[in-house]
């Protein structure tokens, strides 16, 4: 009987996750609504999927999920050309996980943003900033590049 309740509960339990290599423990229906998102995401529904990442973060605020889902969201955002709320949703990302190995990215992104919206003293901030807080990473060498063409 209690191998039978054992099974039944399994699938409610917290399992071990890995996103972007970091590692966290999610409820199942943390990873579900995740995934919902992340479905939205690639089927261009960039609505829907800002959408379902900010009811994931307000749902589970200390969810292990929380860094890469405003990661995702400031990119539905971007793709519907929203660069307003990408930068916000990156930001968030930067405020609450400064260390986390989407914050390089999300910075390029927000530059990115500002030279969408014709902002290159904003970009070139950025970009500044970027290479001084993440210079051994990926965005910061492309931030460094942009800085040179900039000039």
Wanted: hydrophobic residues 45%; glycine residues 2%; contains cysteine.
């Amino acid at each position: 009987v209690l191998a039978a309740v054992d099974e039944r509960l399994r699938p409610l339990e917290p399992v071990t996750v890995k996103v972007d290599g970091v590692e966290f423990t999610a409820r199942p229906e943390e990873t579900q609504a995740f995934e919902a998102a992340m479905n939205a995401l690639r089927a261009s529904d960039f609505a829907r999927a800002a959408q379902l990442y900010e009811t994931l973060i307000t749902r589970f605020p200390n969810s292990g999920y929380v860094p890469v889902a405003l990661y995702w969201q400031g990119n539905a955002h971007y793709a519907a050309r929203n660069y307003q709320a990408a930068i916000a949703s990156y930001q968030r990302l930067i405020a609450k996980a400064p260390q986390h190995p989407r914050t390089p990215e999300a910075m390029l992104a927000i530059a990115n943003c500002h030279l969408e919206l014709k902002d290159a003293r904003a970009a070139r901030s950025v970009l500044q900033e970027l290479v001084k807080l993440h210079p051994e990473t990926e965005a910061g060498a492309t931030a460094r590049d942009r800085l040179a063409r900039m000039r």
